[in-house]
């Protein structure tokens, strides 16, 4: 029955697209997909968040029994992790990731294909991470999840990949301004984060989608907004300089953040047994949380403690409580937290936990924003709004980690209605964004792609190389030679050979040079030269392409050499040949998929 269930869904697929694709134009037909995906998309972060809370709502309903409170903290995020780990191992059986970046190396790499399960494994995953107190944020998973029902809608559907792309674009846009209720927001994360090439006919669908989203967050949720802060006053000129230096403070945390996370991940990896990495992440965590509480999961109470300048709520239940009002010790907890949230977070991801670094960034930037406007005013050289400053930390930490400026800008003036900030917002982000590339040129989602060889650029060119791997462009219909046989050997593959050129190989498969038919033509007549070996006549390539190589760098190797065909090689065994006229031509059919309209 099941089997003939698939069967009938199947055909019936194969005739709605027949219809769609008589009746209705792609671009027609873009604008009604960004209907459904941005109501999935939105219904999906808001079961996140619902799950999240339930959970998390529930042990924080114990916080009456403040005895044994503090030590839930030390069990709680440990048990969630493994929770996590068994859902992983046994249940969904395959790698869940998180989130983001696996959006971005299937745009890259793989034509925009995101598996199925992805639809809803993290969903579980970051829900029970998160609700049981681990510090990371859901933003990635929504992102994640909203991105992944795009891409297998629009495989069901049988679409381009220019169309899947947009329709990731789309369930990306959706769950940020789902989650945040910000459609602005959303759709500028989209823009910024994973659009290769915005056109109208990708805008338009994208804007529909975040505000289908938002609908949908608002149907189950009311206007819930996470911050409570209210702007009593604009932005005052006379205080430039210290958002100036703000930016560059907050510039600074935002690379302390990033070589915390990718140092810690680097160490853990080198521990073989994932039970060892789990006992050792987890219980460091726990031992953090139980110091500071205010590491427990997304952190959205000490966010709006610090918007508040309420110092007390960061310092509650924790071992400095009665130190709350002493200034010198304030500054030396919040500098703590601020610093212990980044190995919090790594930590969190080091033991197996499922989650995203959105939240931290707001969490780090509006704690930094809060400590450096209470630092200036303990020391009398200004009188600083603080929750001003801890919003605009907040922007700079997004902008900076996520190389993504206008997020971090909207982000803030959005769902806090401070666009009376705007000015203070645009230096802080710009300047955090300065700071953090010279440490690192690429933004906390793109650097482990990165380290892959796979380029993520707003730059067409680059992009569309990205999406092109050496693997699927060797030819390999050469015809092989020993290099102890002769000329007079030769001459027969040259006769049967559709190539120019002809690779020499050992017998251990080993790639010893190649001959070049132009080489040869003066002499492959001359009889006397037959018993000459074909070693003594070949030559050495100057350059040799792997087949792990990136596309930018083969490129880079046909231009250097103006060579027509360079030889693939890998650990010395030849493989075959790559050509420039195939690349070029797989670069022409790759920019026509994604680029058309």
């Known amino acids: 029955m099941a089997k003939d269930l698939k069967t009938r869904t199947k055909n019936s697929f194969k005739l709605l697209n027949k219809w769609r694709l008589e009746h209705v134009s792609d671009r027609q037909f ?85 598996k199925p399960y992805t639809t809803f494994s993290s969903i579980i995953t970051s829900a029970l991470t998160v609700g049981f107190g681990g510090s990371v944020g859901l933003e990635g998973p929504s992102v ?227 400590l450096f406007a209470m630092t200036v005013n303990y020391l009398g050289i200004g009188n600083l709004e603080i929750g001003k400053f801890a919003l605009v930390g907040m922007s700079g930490l997004i902008a900076a980690m996520l190389h993504a400026p206008l997020t971090g800008i909207f982000l803030i003036a959005e769902i806090t209605n401070g666009y009376t900030l705007m000015v203070p917002l645009m230096i802080v982000s710009a300047l955090s964004l300065a700071v953090n590339r010279m440490f690192f040129k690429e933004s906390i989602y793109t650097y482990s792609i990165a380290a892959k060889g796979i380029k993520v650029s707003f730059n067409k060119d680059e992009s569309i190389l990205s999406m092109m791997t050496a693997e699927n462009l060797i030819e390999t219909n050469f015809s092989v030679i020993e290099p102890k046989k002769t000329l007079e050997d030769l001459i027969p593959l040259i006769a049967s050979s559709a190539r120019n050129i002809y690779p020499v190989v050992d017998e251990d498969g080993n790639f010893m040079g190649h001959i070049l038919f132009d080489d040869i033509r003066p002499i492959m007549f001359d009889r006397k030269l037959y018993c000459v070996l074909l070693e003594n006549i070949m030559v050495k390539p100057q350059y040799v392409i792997d087949p792990g190589e990136s596309m930018e760098s083969i490129v880079k190797k046909f231009d250097e050499s103006h060579k027509y065909n360079i030889p693939v090689v890998k650990d010395g065994k030849y493989i075959g040949y790559l050509s420039r006229a195939k690349v070029f031509t797989t670069y022409q059919e790759t920019l026509r998929e994604i680029s058309a309209d």
């Open 30 to 114: 873009m604008y009604l997909l960004s209907v459904p995906t941005g109501f999935l998309a939105g219904v999906a972060a808001v079961v996140i968040k619902f799950l999240t809370h339930t959970i998390r709502d529930f042990f924080f309903d114990l916080r009456e029994d403040e005895q044994y409170f503090n030590l839930l903290f030390f069990i709680l995020p440990a048990f969630g992790i493994l929770l996590t780990i068994i859902v992983i191992r046994y249940v969904i059986r395959r790698d869940v990731g998180h989130g983001i970046p696996g959006l971005l190396y299937a745009l890259s790499r793989n034509k925009g294909i995101v």
């Open 144 to 370: 994640s999840t909203g991105g992944a029902i795009g891409s297998n809608l629009g495989r069901l559907l049988k679409l381009n990949q220019k169309q899947i792309n947009v329709l990731i674009g789309m369930g990306g846009a959706a769950a940020l301004a789902s989650i945040f209720q910000a459609p602005i927001t959303g759709v500028i994360f989209s823009m910024e984060v994973f659009m290769i090439d915005i056109s109208m006919t990708a805008l338009i669908p994208i804007i529909i989608s975040a505000f289908v989203a938002i609908l949908t967050s608002y149907f189950f949720l009311g206007k819930a907004f996470e911050y409570t802060i209210i702007i009593s006053e604009s932005f005052l000129p006379s205080n430039t300089l210290y958002y100036v230096v703000l930016g560059i403070v907050v510039g600074l945390m935002s690379a302390y953040f990033m070589k915390v996370y990718f140092s810690v991940d680097k160490r853990f990896k080198k521990i073989e047994s994932p039970w060892v990495r789990y006992l050792l992440a987890s219980l460091s965590l726990g031992a953090l949380i139980f110091v500071f509480p205010s590491l427990y999961g997304e952190g959205y109470e000490t966010i709006n403690a610090a918007l508040h300048g309420n110092v007390s709520e960061i310092f509650k239940d924790t071992l400095f409580e009665r130190f709350s009002g002493t200034p010198w010790v304030v500054f030396v907890v919040i500098l703590l937290i601020i610093l212990a949230k980044s190995f919090a977070t790594s930590l969190t991801f080091a033991a197996g936990g499922v989650g995203g670094t959105f939240a931290p960034a707001l969490f780090i930037g509006a704690t930094t924003g809060m």
